[in-house]
């Protein structure tokens, strides 16, 4: 059974910074991309940033030049550095991975972690 467990969030004054991580763990052949997506109150749930298995990146322009996403294949561990946070940036924010569960899976498979709180006071 495949878990992504998040980690980090909280409270942080506008212009601060707050790094989440989400760890994978349990059975599986190969995590390909990892993403963060956020869901604010009344809002539906967006894409932040995602980083595929070679690292390359994209971002909700929203975040360009304020969040970062990174990666450690060999901890199965995926990051998101988030510096300049704005008041708009409150919401939970959710792990995501695309997993292939064996070699001889067809296709992969998404999780979700549980989420966590990002609150951002002004």
């Known amino acids: 059974q495949v878990q992504l467990v998040e980690s980090g969030g909280g409270l942080v004054q506008a212009g601060g910074s707050l790094r989440l991580s989400c760890a994978a763990s349990g059975s599986f052949f190969r995590i390909n991309a990892m993403g963060w997506y956020r869901q604010a109150p009344g809002r539906q749930r967006e894409l932040v940033a995602v980083?595929?298995?070679?690292?390359?990146?994209n971002y909700a322009d929203s975040v360009k030049g304020r969040f970062t996403i990174s990666r450690d294949n060999a901890k199965n561990t995926v990051y998101l550095q988030m510096n300049s946070l704005k008041p708009e940036d409150t919401a939970v924010y959710y792990c995501?991975?695309?997993?292939?569960?064996?070699?001889?899976?067809?296709?992969?498979?998404?999780?979700w972690g549980q989420g966590t709180q990002v609150t951002v006071s002004s």
């Open positions: 980083i595929t298995s070679s690292g390359s990146t």
């Open positions: 995501n991975a695309a997993i292939k569960i064996s070699a001889w899976t067809i296709g992969v498979a998404e999780y």
